[in-house]
């Protein structure tokens, strides 16, 4: 086996097996290792377990329209993940969601993740819909990758990796949830997780098949709440910044030790 390969834990549905042939045959194609953890079908949930982690009082506080089935179960999926890393007190693991596709060798990925020397928590290696946001600040690491701070964290979880004490304190924050995973991720002033972005990513949404996280849900419709989504926002705009700055700086003086 190769240095620097760390634990690779792909996410998937036991009724997905479309999903993981496609996976298994885009990590074969560059001999990389990986362990499925079976999915959590938030449409086969009783409303005990639906509501063991998330919150209806604090949806209705935090967020703007109620969960889905399948968010909750793609929610507690994610946290499955994170116990996992806890459970084996592994380093660090990486996470994909098994809707992907390899654009880059990993190894660089897995080498330059090696060579950090200093304690990171979460580091995006793909975005949703492979979207572009805003960069506030960002490091060459070497001659393949920047580690990159966005304006405001990427959205979506196809792929990153997190760290043992990442994985502790996101366990710690979401023992209670009322938003989306990536959602909450993004939510850096509460959950005390920096989100570093290492680019070029070399891992893309593919995109290519139905979303389990709707098959996963009911039929009837959400309702949202537009109002109540533009005050959310004008709130955590300031928080957001406020938080992304002091992450910056932090990020400045790991790097310059």
Known sequence: MRDNVPAIFLINLDQSTQRLKACTD?????????ERLSGVYGKSLTQEELARHYSHTLNLKKYHRALSQGEIGCYL?????????????LDYAIIIEDDFKIVGPLQ???DSIADLN???QLI???AYENREK?????????????LVIHKKAMTGCCAQAISLEGAKQLLKATDKFARPVDTDIQHIWETNVPVYSMMPYYIEQAGEFE?????ASSGAPVKKHFWKRKWHQFQEKRLNHTATCKAIEALKVKLNN
Do not use: C, E, G, M
């Not at 999926?77 to 007190?89: C, E, N």
């Not at 979303?211 to 098959?215: E, G, N, P, Q, V």
């Open 26 to 34: 885009r990590l074969n194609s560059q001999n990389i290792p990986f």
């Open 77 to 89: 999926s994610h946290r499955k993940a994170w116990q996992t890393i806890v459970d084996r007190q």
């Open 108 to 110: 660089d990925v897995f």
């Open 118 to 120: 200093f304690d990171w």
């Open 124 to 126: 995006k290696l793909a």
């Open 134 to 146: 805003p960069i506030s600040y960002k490091s060459k690491l070497n001659s393949h990758f920047d």
């Open 211 to 215: 979303s389990d996280i709707a098959k």
